[in-house]
């Protein structure tokens, strides 16, 4: 059974840094899995922030994120993480994470129906 357990949410001022921990149990961290962040502001629909293949590192970040967040993976733990830095309130919703078999190994998915298992969410404040 896959699960994913996400924390490191909180309430930051603007300009602030946040490291958001995704812990995974249940399949292999190799390049046939993508863990991917979403995120889902009140009124919005959620959406994919930043997504990686945990076998060779690859890497989606939606544009407005570039530069300023960071996913990683440490296999040995099974854990994924994302380093928020220079964040704005736009970047306030519920942050999940997500876990999906990759079928095409070239392709990062990005899509939240692209993904079959998630975890609860964690909140992410940021004040201006």
């Known amino acids: 059974e896959v699960q994913l357990q996400a924390s490191g949410g909180g309430l930051v001022q603007a300009g602030g840094s946040l490291r958001l921990s995704c812990a995974t149990s249940g399949f292999p961290f190799d390049d046939d899995y993508a863990v991917g962040w979403f995120r889902q502001a009140p009124g919005k629909e959620r959406e994919g922030v930043s997504c990686i293949n945990v076998g060779d590192g690859s890497a989606y970040y939606m544009d407005s994120v570039k530069g300023r967040f960071t996913i990683s993976s440490d296999n040995a733990k099974n854990t994924v993480y994302l380093q928020m830095n220079g964040l704005k309130p736009e970047d306030t919703a519920v942050y999940y994470c997500?876990?999906?078999?990759?079928?095409?190994?070239?392709?990062?998915?990005?899509?939240?129906?692209?993904?079959?298992?998630w975890g609860q969410g964690t909140q992410v404040t940021v004040s201006s």
């Open positions: 997500a876990a999906t078999w990759i079928a095409v190994l070239s392709y990062v998915p990005h899509f939240e129906n692209e993904y079959d298992d």
